[in-house]
């Protein structure tokens, strides 16, 4: 059976580190790392997210703020506000939920973010540090699995990895950041052929695709550790992730649920990312 990799505790445990380092900066700089959170709309789910956010942060000691539009905001008006966040020195982190509402443009929201501030790790100033192996604001998520193959001592030196989704904000850097862990990282997506045959050369085998229990034992190598990325809903509305838990957990060494895997560590590592940023730009000065 494998080991269940327990996003909930080791969250808990970065958590506890970031509030220490958040307490640090606070005695240097005379307040708290702050974190502002736009939420654009009434998205269920995005509600929920960004009041999580919230709630750890202010948890972990930084200042938290939630900035609320209406689902009409245009986008001239939801960059004004990150405008205005950029400009604010008690702001070290800014996170717009995505997705926002039709008539604003995703990717003019990122690139409108002060890159030093981008604690999502989404513009693309810090897209193309991480590509050049800078991973000073990497992505959360991607951040929060590597810490979690950290934490069970994986060994990802000359590991064969297979990352299977290839979006910007999963799949891409969690790559990145496995090759600068200096595995032999693969990069599967959906026109990938015999998708079974390249996950199962996987040591370490990443799941960031967004379809429930899509990875199933024919999938996974015998002491494979397996990292399920996803989200989704199965058939009966229960959250799960990519992987077919019940049919991989006797096959893997390693594996994370979902609830209770990558999900908790998202938003720790935001909360670190946070930290990292404030401290990066006011000892810049
Ligand atoms: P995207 O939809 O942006 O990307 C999905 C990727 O999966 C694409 O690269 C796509 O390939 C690939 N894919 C889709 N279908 C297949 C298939 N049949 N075979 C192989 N590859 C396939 O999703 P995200 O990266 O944003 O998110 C992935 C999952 O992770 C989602 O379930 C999301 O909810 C979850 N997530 C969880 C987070 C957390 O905190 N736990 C945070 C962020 C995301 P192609 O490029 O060819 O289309």
Redesign the pocket.
């Known amino acids: 059976m494998a080991r269940i990799i327990d996003g909930k505790s080791i969250s808990a445990k970065v958590r506890a580190e970031v509030a220490e380092k958040a307490a640090r900066f606070k005695q240097q700089y005379g307040r708290a790392p702050g974190l502002d959170v736009v939420l654009v709309g009434e998205d269920p789910a995005s509600q929920v997210y960004v009041r999580n956010k919230e709630k750890a942060a202010l948890e972990a000691g930084m200042a938290g703020k939630l900035h609320r539009l209406p689902a009409s905001t245009s986008e001239r008006d939801l960059l004004a506000l990150v405008n205005q966040l950029n400009q604010n020195d008690a702001v070290d982190g800014i996170l717009v939920q995505f997705p926002v509402p039709s008539q604003i443009r995703q990717t003019e929201v990122i690139r409108t973010i002060d890159p030093r501030k981008d604690v999502d790790g989404l513009n693309p100033l810090n897209a193309g540090a991480l590509a050049s192996g800078d991973t000073a604001l990497a992505p959360c ?1 991607p951040l ?1 699995c590597i810490r979690l193959l950290r934490e069970i001592e994986a060994n990802l030196a000359g590991a064969e990895a297979v990352v ?4 910007n ?3 891409k850097p969690v790559a990145q950041l496995l090759l600068l862990q200096n595995a032999t990282v693969t990069v ?5 052929r015999d ?1 079974p045959a390249v996950c199962r050369r996987a040591d370490v085998l990443v799941a ?4 429930a229990k ?1 990875l199933n034992a024919a999938h996974v190598k015998p002491g494979a550790i397996v990292i399920d ?4 809903r199965d058939e009966h509305g229960k959250l799960c992730g ?1 992987v077919d838990f019940a049919a991989v957990e006797s096959i893997a060494s390693a594996i994370t649920p979902v609830p209770g895997g ?2 908790p560590m ?1 938003i720790a590592m935001l909360l670190e990312n946070t930290v990292t940023a404030g401290i990066a730009r006011l000892s810049a000065r």
């Open positions: 998520t929060g299977v989704g290839r979006s904000l999963v799949g599967a997506h959906s026109k990938t998708l960031a695709i967004g379809r899509m990325v996803g989200m989704n990519d990558v999900g998202t």
